[in-house]
């Protein structure tokens, strides 16, 4: 019985998902302003043409361009950045006019790195639009951006390529395409991996699931990248510049790096010293603290908007590469050092983990609580030791993730499911599980763009995580107990 | 600064149409969390197939409106059958995980480029709800009490709502105090209790995720035909936190709190964002933008949600001495 | 199978005619009863290589106290998940008055009339006490989800249902605290409403997961006394327990599990007789090293 369910159920999933993606012919990399004006009430192929349309931006003018007969248009834009989108409403056709709802002719638009954005126009028939334009209708319209819970997020639309898609030429044949995605799901998956080591070993010290960790993945990138712009650390690179080996370490993002994993460890012990800790004596109960972990995890993060701002940006250093060819597939530089200082570092964790006193305990913790408790060992040290390194962790693969993407402030919270993912598939409350579980999960997403849309990656990750938990709800590392 | 408009505006928040949206779904996840004890974290996944059952149904394929609605509880109840029939056994924070992960899962599935033909991708829908307020029995004009008033569409758009939200809160009502209520609640205390009592313990889950479902999905649906245009990204995991926050301060597990819950929470977060607005406008505030003002709200959220937690768990009309014995 | 009452070990206490029945019944595992109202055979559960239970065959006779006892990771509370449905078996078939049990969910086995409670009490503390006894009366139509609306057709139920439930309550002497939080209740007054709740079921037979664990001890003469008198009334009670005195005190059989194995029953006089129930279990119950008997899968 429930196993046929199971399979009713895969195929469902599997009927959804295989509907043909061959239509999603994306092209990745160019920031460019797009859209489609359409005969009000028309079919979706059926465009107005020859509607005007400018981008500027500041006073310069970047480029226009004028609806074809589908009623599409594309303004190619330099660079991410604000633009402002005009359309000369003289050459609507006079049977439509322009509909003001969600806006006027002139949008103010954010253009995200990589990233094409959709500029909507509606037209209507005359005298419809103006009906619509009533004070009642802009009132309400001024509430829907609340009612999508987004006040602070126009600028959502677009930008959903969250995960940037990976730089393969299409031209390249299947294998190197292949061969090619794997080095960036391998890549991903090590960096989700550190980030989720913390949020499993908290899950198994204390039963609880931080829904924040994402958000300090989020602020070891940003402290990151604060730190690495400061001219204290330029100028002290300066110094050393000709120093062959001084010259890396002291580049201000590695010190800045530094920094902020401190920084992320000291965020993981402040938290579980002065919040989590008295919520346990307290005795409030875990739903309740799953719930003030969603809480802090909206501060920090608009925290993080506040102070960062709602751009995107990159590292300075290590930003430009030449790829290095390495046989059946070529990765820069910077790529090469994520995968080295990933790898270094899970295996250093691990090694903790296995051999030292306090690694032993906290995976004595992270099995059983009270046992661990009863002989003897400090749970509450554990558990504070726990998120300290879980902190420090995940803001290391914050870094990690800027470097290899972009830092931008919901990085982290986009990166949540994805490291849920894999901490499920690997097994709830191992730290080992974890590690196996990013690296799987980094790598469906990248492979599944070799046959599916980019724009669905993200989805194949969480889709594998709900058929691991409809098959093996322990995942694959979980020691098999009763969860039912 | 004019508090007096401040005030208005907010109190016009506080019943309107976006409220009584909130106050519907959030009836639904109260019967969920509050009374079965289910973690759903992806009430917007129900919010998000209403909407686009009733959008989908009359732009893209040219129904009318009342199948919309019908194809809107029929998606919640499918939904809530795919994300129950699997979990329901499983841990509770199983069913958190895999909630969120649905209705994530589902939002970029309808803003995908292949589902562009029925749903519209990233542009979603629009033109679908000129018969809802073609039936509109409002005359035209604007109805209200002093800086508190509304149009006609938006009444009657409050009208529907609200009255949706008051039989969803007669149905809980209704059920929460006959003996199906109390295995729903039996259920939330210790669901191996009841079980070895000889209640189909899976089967209540699952009910009740359906009827919560529906309500969701229903709300979905109204937010649709409020907005008259909907995309994808509006349906953002914020939605349901926001939900969560409010069913909190209400007070969950009693039935007047999902209503007082969205109101207060609504008044509040207008009133905070009004303020902030007046007086970065009057100058006293020049640093915070607008993108600041959304921010800080967000943050407002997750302040109240931390404070609400440790200061009042039981929420605002709570029964503080039913949380206390909860301790296990 | 004679029915006469001689045979009958020195120190067991009186019960019924089917106690009495049981009289020639010989003190070996797996041995067969005159009238069995559980059967077992070939039970074996594991977990990640480890053997939790294991029981070739085990019979339980009708209108009987029989005790479970056995180390700590013997299997006991194992065995009792999988006799009534809270746990899946890896292998073996068992039946309740005839009917096979396998692949019955618990609330299934409940409805059949073997109702257990928990080691660890599980009342369901921010309900009402008289809420956690109206709940557990079977066949209500009101608990259906759309008879709840119906409220004309239940309410008539739930009237009769209520005078049971306030003379359960009056039973076990709880009818003051009837509109209490069941979470104010102290930890005996929970075992006792546990206890009342299932006899609500309608059950044939109770399965009783330590019911004196953690019980003051002026109320254990109290729920010993509740339990016998359930047995006179001709339900069969199985029960796991650790205090030894308890155990001989009140039960007509004992079966002993150590590995999750019956490694003996009997008669209470059989049981303290045993050599092998004295070296697995006795001796490690005195807190003397008995080897690993399950010392190790505790946890």
């Keep these: 019985m429930r196993t046929r369910l199971v399979t009713v159920l895969l195929a469902v999933i599997a009927a959804i998902m295989a509907i043909p993606a061959a239509a999603a012919a994306d092209a990745p990399g160019g920031e460019s302003l797009f859209g489609q004006i359409r005969v009000p009430g028309g079919e979706r192929d059926e465009g107005v043409e020859g509607i005007d349309i400018s981008v500027s931006q500041g006073d310069e003018e970047i480029g226009t361009a004028t609806t074809d007969s589908r009623g599409e248009w594309e303004v190619e834009v330099p660079d991410a950045g604000d633009y402002r989108v005009v359309l000369d409403t003289a050459t609507i056709p006079e049977e439509y006019e322009l509909l003001e709802r969600p806006a006027g002719a002139e949008r103010d638009v954010t253009v995200r790195d990589g990233q094409p954005f959709a500029v909507v126009y509606r037209l209507a028939p005359p005298g419809e639009g103006a009906v619509e334009e009533s004070p009642s209708a802009s009132a309400s319209e001024d509430e829907d951006d609340d009612a999508g819970g987004s006040g602070g997020e126009g600028e959502e639309a677009g930008e959903e390529g969250v995960i940037d898609a990976p730089a393969v030429s299409s031209g390249a044949s299947f294998g190197e395409r292949a061969v090619q995605l794997a080095v960036a799901g391998v890549i991903f998956g090590l960096i989700i991996a550190i980030s989720s080591v913390g949020l499993s070993l908290i899950f198994g010290t204390t039963k609880m699931i931080n829904f924040a960790h994402g958000d300090m993945v989020t602020f070891g990138a940003v402290v990151a990248m604060m730190f690495s712009t400061m001219t204290v650390f330029s100028s002290l690179h300066e110094v050393v510049e000709n120093v062959p080996v001084l010259n890396l370490v002291a580049n201000p993002l590695i010190l800045a790096t530094a920094v902020a994993v401190i920084g992320g460890g000291l965020l993981g012990l402040l938290l579980e010293r002065f919040l989590w800790r008295p919520l346990r004596r307290r005795h409030v109960a875990l739903i309740q603290m799953f719930i003030v972990t969603i809480g802090v995890s909206l501060i920090l993060r608009h925290a993080l908007l506040i102070v960062f701002g709602a751009s995107r940006s990159k590292y300075e250093q290590f930003r430009i590469q030449e790829p290095i060819d390495l046989g059946p597939f070529s990765i820069t530089p910077r790529d090469l050092g994520i995968l080295v200082i990933a790898v270094v570092v899970l295996v250093a964790v691990a090694s903790m983990l296995q051999f030292t006193r306090i690694g032993k305990a906290m995976r004595a913790v992270a099995d059983n609580r009270d046992l661990a408790e009863s002989s003897g060992i400090d749970v509450n040290r554990v558990t504070l030791y726990v998120w300290g390194m879980g902190g420090a962790l995940s803001a290391l693969g914050g870094v990690l993730l800027g470097l290899n993407q972009t830092v931008y402030w919901q990085m982290g919270f986009h990166l949540l499911l994805l490291m849920f993912a894999g901490v499920i598939l690997g097994g709830l409350g191992t730290a080992y599980g974890a590690m196996v579980g990013g690296l799987a999960i980094g790598l469906i997403a990248q492979l599944s763009t070799l046959w599916f849309s980019p724009q669905l990656m993200n989805a194949w990750a969480l889709a594998i995580m709900i058929v691991v938990l409809l098959v093996r709800p322990q995942g694959i590392l979980g020691r098999r107990e009763r969860v039912g | 600064m004019d508090f007096m408009n401040i005030l208005a505006i907010s109190l016009e928040t506080a019943i309107g149409p976006i409220t009584a949206i909130y106050v519907l779904a959030a009836i639904g996840l109260n019967l969920h969390f509050g009374y079965t004890g289910l973690l759903n974290f992806g009430q917007v996944g129900f919010m998000l197939v209403g909407a686009y059952g009733v959008a989908v149904c009359v732009t893209t394929f040219g129904l009318p409106l009342w199948v919309g609605f019908l194809v809107s509880v029929a998606c919640a109840t499918v939904l809530a059958l795919l994300l129950g029939v699997p979990t329901l056994r499983l841990r509770a924070d199983y069913l958190a995980i895999a909630t969120i992960a649905v209705a994530e899962v589902l939002r970029l599935l309808y803003r995908a480029e292949f589902a562009r033909p029925v749903t519209g991708g990233v542009y979603g829908r629009q033109s679908f709800a000129d018969r809802f307020y073609d039936v509109n029995p409002i005359p035209s004009g604007s109805y209200g009490v002093g800086d508190v008033d509304f149009s006609a569409n938006q009444l009657w758009v409050m009208l529907v709502t609200w009255g949706l939200a008051a039989v969803a809160l007669l149905i809980t009502l209704a059920l929460m105090s006959s003996p199906w209520g109390r295995v729903i609640k039996g259920i939330r205390e210790d669901e191996d209790a009841v079980r070895s009592l000889g209640k189909n313990v899976f089967v209540y889950k699952l009910q009740s995720l359906v009827l919560g479902g529906v309500f969701g999905g229903l709300a979905g649906a109204m937010i649709a035909l409020n907005q008259q245009n909907i995309t994808p990204d509006q349906f953002m995991p914020q939605v349901t936190f926001y939900l969560w926050a409010m069913l909190l301060l209400g007070g969950a597990a009693t039935t007047w709190g999902p209503v007082i819950g969205p109101m207060v929470m609504w008044f509040l977060l207008t009133a905070f964002d009004e303020s902030l607005r007046a007086l970065s406008s009057a100058g006293v505030l020049e640093f915070i933008g607008n993108s600041e003002i959304g921010a800080l709200r967000h943050a407002f959220v997750g302040v109240a949600l931390l404070l609400l937690i440790v200061y009042r768990p039981q929420g605002l009309i709570g029964n503080r001495k039913e949380m206390l014995v909860n301790v296990k | ?299």
Excluded at chain 3, 227 to 248: K, N, S
């Design chain 3, 1 to 299: 199978m004679s029915s006469d009452a001689s045979g009958a070990a020195p120190g067991a206490p009186e019960g019924g005619a089917a106690v009495d029945r049981m009289a020639g019944v010989e003190a070996v595992p797996g041995v067969a009863k005159p009238d069995p109202i559980l059967t077992a055979d070939g039970v074996r559960r594991s977990f990640g290589g480890l053997t939790a239970v294991d029981v070739d065959h085990l019979e339980v006779q009708r209108g009987t106290i029989t005790a479970l006892i056995g180390p700590n990771g013997a299997g006991k509370s194992t065995l009792f998940n999988l006799l009534t449905g809270f746990d899946r078996v890896d292998a073996g078939t068992w039946s309740f008055q005839g009917r096979p049990l396998n692949r019955l969910g618990g609330h299934r086995v409940a409805r059949l009339g073997m109702v257990r409670t928990f080691q660890l009490t599980k009342a369901l503390t921010r309900m009402t006490v008289l809420d956690n006894m109206l709940l557990a009366a079977p066949g209500q139509s009101g608990e259906r989800l759309l008879g709840a609306f119906a409220r004309p057709v239940w309410g008539r139920q739930e009237r009769v249902n209520r005078e049971r439930a306030l003379d359960l309550l009056q039973r076990f002497k709880l009818d003051a605290k009837k509109d209490d939080m069941a979470g104010s209740l102290s930890g005996g007054q929970r075992k006792l409403l546990e206890m009342a709740r299932s006899l609500m079921v309608d059950p044939s037979m109770v399965m009783l997961d330590e019911p004196m664990a953690g019980v003051n001890p002026a109320l254990v003469q109290s729920l010993l006394g509740h339990i016998t008198a359930l047995r006179d009334e001709g339900m069969t009670v199985l029960f796991v327990e650790h205090d030894m005195d308890v155990i001989m005190g009140i039960s007509d059989w004992i079966v002993v599990l150590a590995e999750g194995r019956v490694i003996a029953e009997g008669r209470p006089a059989d049981i303290r007789r045993n050599t092998q129930v004295i070296d697995a279990y006795l001796g490690a119950h005195r807190g003397e090293p008995a080897g690993a008997a399950g010392t190790e899968e505790s946890g």
